[in-house]
């Protein structure tokens, strides 16, 4: 069995992805661990976005790399994330805040087979 993608993209979400692309330039989502924006997921323009040594690169999704921080990913390494779009503007850290839409993280647990074949392919990359 391939290992799974540990996070994955709607369709609407590629969508406004494009849409972001378009206006911003290269792009990379972060999940955030829960402070100012609770645990939105950011979209960010990729240039000039700081990733450090404590944040994993998890995977991509419509080619944007998406990273997490190391003690966040302790509790959602077990699931997958699907990053999906909701109605209402996110509260201003994320760049889809003024298309009035927010990113949202959806998640479903890994089956033991999934689990195990993620475990064969070693840990996520440490970004910095």
Request: net charge negative; aromatic share 10%; charged share 20%.
């Amino acid at each position: 069995m391939s290992a799974p993608a540990r996070v994955v993209a709607t369709e609407e979400t590629l969508r406004w992805m494009a849409i972001l692309r378009e206006k911003h330039g290269a792009l990379l989502f972060y999940q955030s661990g829960g402070c100012c924006e609770g645990s939105a997921p950011l979209c960010n323009p990729l240039q000039g976005y700081y990733i450090g040594p404590r944040d994993l690169l998890i995977g991509e999704i419509g080619g944007c790399p998406f990273y997490i921080r190391e003690d966040q990913f302790e509790y959602w390494r077990h699931t997958q994330l699907i990053i999906d779009v909701v109605p209402g503007g996110s509260n201003g850290f994320s760049l889809e805040a003024p298309e009035g839409i927010s990113f949202h993280t959806r998640s479903r647990v890994f089956t033991d087979a999934e689990c195990q074949a993620l475990a064969a392919c070693g840990e996520p990359a440490r970004g910095g």
